[in-house]
């Protein structure tokens, strides 16, 4: 069945990653991680296009050396955001997946849950869809890396941010934390949008590009998934995911 509206898929590609510099071009079972997240991405069939776009000679180098589709960033980024719009700001399309570099495990399933937001969407009141999963460790909770989000009672986000949150004060409440899995959907204009505002300290503090989006204005709808991915920010997950092939 056809879709309503053409979408792409985007691969924001920055090699010099703070947490762990170089990570995208290290090996993942015979091929960078890059490579890996982009055949990933591909392999779905659920997009009109996949593109990679890196401010890096040696990503994009090995991506079309792989026979995929690479863009060369014109500008300095402080966020993926960012250097999506720029790739996309002459291109005819109307929804635009952000899959991160370092998300090699990314499935159909999660993927098609964002686009049926859209689909359902008629009014286009959602500017954003992005994914959440179910936080159960204690350490997943108060680690940095992992990004959580709070909703109001419609699923819509509220905020992000790298503290766990809400606080459990009251302990006789029950509380469920989520988090904010790296692959989020836009609309082209509000992406544009963020495109020409400037960070915020919050943003800037949190280094979480969503809270932009939030703090202007924007629609940003979660979609519960069970689909956990297992996202590469330290070496330590570099050799989850290596297990994940043997």
Do not use: W
């Not at 090699?15 to 982009?38: E, H, N, S, W």
């Amino acid at each position: 069945m056809s879709k309503p509206f053409k979408v792409i898929a985007m691969i924001p590609a920055r090699y010099q990653a703070a947490r762990f510099p170089g990570k995208l071009m290290q090996d993942l079972a015979g091929k960078p991680v890059i490579v890996r997240t982009y055949e990933a991405a591909k392999n779905t069939g659920l997009f009109d296009e996949v593109y990679v776009v890196t401010d890096s000679e040696l990503i994009f180098s090995e991506i079309e050396k792989q026979g995929g589709k690479a863009m060369m960033s014109q500008k300095e980024h402080e966020c993926g955001s960012d250097r999506i719009a720029e790739a996309v700001e002459s291109m005819d399309v109307d929804i635009v997946i952000n899959v991160q570099g370092d998300e090699p495990f990314i499935n159909e399933k999660a993927l098609s849950q964002l686009l049926n937001v859209f689909e359902k969407d008629t009014d286009k009141i959602i500017d954003l869809a992005s994914l959440k999963v179910k936080l159960t460790s204690e350490e997943d909770i108060v680690n940095p890396n992992q990004v959580k989000v709070i909703t109001d009672l419609n699923n819509f986000a509220l905020y992000f941010s790298r503290s766990p949150i809400p606080f459990h004060r009251a302990k006789d409440v029950e509380v469920d934390y989520f988090k904010h899995v790296g692959i989020y959907a836009f609309r082209k204009e509000a992406l544009m949008a963020f495109y020409n505002l400037p960070m915020s300290p919050l943003e800037a503090s949190e280094k979480i590009e969503c809270i932009r989006y939030l703090e202007n204005g924007k629609t940003i709808k979660m979609v519960e998934t069970q689909e956990v991915s297992i996202g590469i920010d330290t070496p330590e997950d570099l050799e989850k995911a290596r297990l994940k092939f043997d």
